[in-house]
């Protein structure tokens, strides 16, 4: 078994199966790790999923665009009301469920084993002394004490870790040897790589796949070898991004 952990796919089906082809991914033996936002963005939020579906061995981290969605399925309310990218996504379960009207789109559109998907997401993920989480967490308690909004919504722990990008001094509770994340686009720091930073402990896979200029990434979490995407302004003909309403 190889172990894989792939940033935030915002939709963009088509850098989710460029990714997993470029790897050479075993649907049936080898170990996927995704980070979070799966949907919002990218036209194709549906796709992606039943992709998702098809891998054995799968851990899906809860991100905050995911939390939108979950509680859309739960209530019939949508946290962003449809925006930040979120309308593509209803647009896309519209489209693959052959419902035609938006105001009356509601949970009953979503599949059963799409609801299980979202529904059975983890707040965080610890495989061999390695954290894998959407945003962020408190690094000076244990990890399992940050509450749910904080894992999927946090920046200051990865803002903490690039200003101690260098340093061997960059403690956290637990000693982690490595710590996952996405939520935050490495394109804020004017680059679609990865980013290794916190002492070499933290990496950030968010390489802006939700973005029409981002890529997705996946990285063998034992060896840090990545492979990425194209960009998916070269894949798409159009492409909305996560921030668009």
């Known amino acids: 078994m190889k172990r894989f952990c792939i940033g935030d796919i915002h939709g963009s089906y088509k850098t989710l199966v460029q990714v997993l082809k470029k790897s ?7 170990l996927l790790i995704s980070l979070g936002d799966i949907v919002d963005g990218g036209p194709d939020s549906y796709e992606c999923v039943e992709e998702l579906l098809k891998i054995k061995n799968r851990i899906d981290i809860l991100g905050n665009h995911d939390e939108w969605f979950i509680n859309f399925i739960d209530t019939g309310y949508h946290g962003s009301y449809w925006g930040q990218g979120a309308h593509t996504t209803r647009d896309s379960y519209m489209k693959n469920t052959n419902y035609s009207d938006k105001f009356s789109f509601n949970s009953h559109a979503i599949p059963v084993s799409h609801k299980g998907f979202f529904r059975d997401m983890n707040r965080y993920y610890e495989l061999d002394n390695m954290y894998f989480i959407h945003g962020g967490f408190d690094r000076h308690k244990p990890i399992g004490e940050t509450p749910r909004d904080q894992m999927i919504w946090d920046r200051s722990f990865l803002n903490q ?4 990008k260098n340093s061997n001094n960059f403690n956290i509770v637990g000693d982690p040897k490595k710590v996952f994340l996405g939520h935050t686009t490495t394109q804020f720091w004017d680059t679609t790589n990865p980013i290794i930073c916190g002492g070499g402990k933290v990496i950030n896979l968010d390489t802006g796949a939700g973005n029409i200029n981002g890529k997705l990434t996946i990285m063998n979490i034992d060896t840090m070898e990545y492979f990425q995407s194209d960009l998916n302004g070269e894949l798409y003909d159009e492409f909305n991004g996560k921030n668009s309403k």
């Open 24 to 30: 050479n991914f075993d649907y049936e033996n080898d």
């Open 161 to 164: 870790a690039m200003s101690a």
